[in-house]
């Protein structure tokens, strides 16, 4: 018989019944060690004590009026949102997908009032993951994730990232803009070389067009920064966040600069939920204890201190890893064999980790995480390689 819950995941057969910190506990007291932060997106750990009782404060307040109301604490994070960044005014949504939706759109909406209306394309970039709406699948551009969902939509192009020559060729009269996660995560934690930002800056301000990042998982203190192109020398001219934004609580956001964003006029664009008192709530709470010294300045310490710790399981397994990647606490060990067996000897060390692409285990913890945690987590790991190799030479 078909699951209640639509059969679209792998689940692991795992529930939590409480958190804390970094740890997850079941139903029967089992403790795991959480490397994955629910992919990224539990930033502050579990049951954090600030997050917690914001969130359980505004819901005795007022969760939700809709935006025909003001929302101060919407107007509050988009103020500081932009304070903190290359933007100067925020549209909130409930995912990550919706952001770049809205991003998209966006571009196109700036192009059409800047009187190119036939400029209508984005390029994006292999590799990419934005999401899994019709236009975002297209964006992610997938085979695997677009079969059977009908013909992708128009407008968006791929090109490989670094091939300066086939995106010059890719660049014509309709082209509107760019969309790149400066960090790519879902596709094995490949950090975007500078160089090939600075490019595609240098090309929109040559031809007029819109530099889009996707800081959906790398944004939001997961690099250290409060966003990803904070360790380039480029800025995008819009970008979409979501994951770590609320903590966990669902929410997306797409901020640009006054020169497109004021083409977003009343009617133009909108969303239910998007920006409610509730999550807004949540993600200013997020932002008070993110913005507190030194929680960035942690980030990279211990960020450094995991790649080095990842760095000599390297050397002690040889014939199971060949990479350590990433920047603060979004960490790819790129394997030699897919990461499935690993993640489910890691699972036996009550280790919770979460894979990228077809070779890479993604480490992305919560950014409350502290040294001590990681080097537990990082014993776990190699306890759990160690098993590994020994049940694949039995099997040999
Ligand atoms: C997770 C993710 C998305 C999609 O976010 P959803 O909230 O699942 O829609 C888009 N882009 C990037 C880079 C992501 O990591």
Known sequence: MIPVLMPTYNRTDLAFKQGNGVWLYTED???????????????????????????????????????????????????????????????????????????????????FKNGHPERT???????????????????????????GFGPKVPGIKHVPVGDIEQLTQAIDSHTAGFLIEPIQGESGVNVIPNEFLKTLRKICEEKELYLGFDEIQCGMGRTGKMFAYQWTDVEPDVMSLAKGIAGGVPMGAFLARESMAKHLTAGTHGSTFGGNALACAAANAVLDVMLEPPFLENVIEVGNFLNTELQQLLYKFPNLF??????????????????????????QQNLLTVSAGNYVLRIVPPLIITKEECQEGINRLSKAAEQLLNTMELTQ
């Not at 549209?91 to 998209?104: D, K, P, Y």
């Not at 990419?128 to 992610?140: D, I, M, V, W």
């Not at 606490?329 to 000897?345: D, H, M, T």
């Open 322 to 347: 060949e990479e350590v990647r990433g920047r603060g606490l979004i960490i790819g060990l790129k394997c030699k064999i897919p990461p499935v067996e690993l993640q489910k000897a890691a699972l």
């Open 121 to 147: 394309d984005i390029i994006c970039f292999d590799h990419a993951f934005h999401g899994r709406t019709l236009t975002t699948l297209t964006a992610t551009n997938n085979p695997k994730y677009l079969e």
């Open 29 to 111: 007291h089992r403790r795991f060690l959480d490397f994955g932060a629910g992919i990224a997106t539990s930033s502050l750990g579990h049951n954090h004590p600030h997050l917690t009782s914001v969130i359980a404060q505004q819901a005795q307040a007022v969760i939700h009026t809709s935006n025909i109301y003001r929302i101060p604490q919407a107007e509050k994070l988009a103020k500081r949102l932009t304070d903190i960044s290359f933007a100067d005014s925020v549209f909130f949504c409930n995912s990550g997908a919706e952001a770049n939706e809205g991003l998209i759109k966006l571009i196109r909406r700036t192009q």
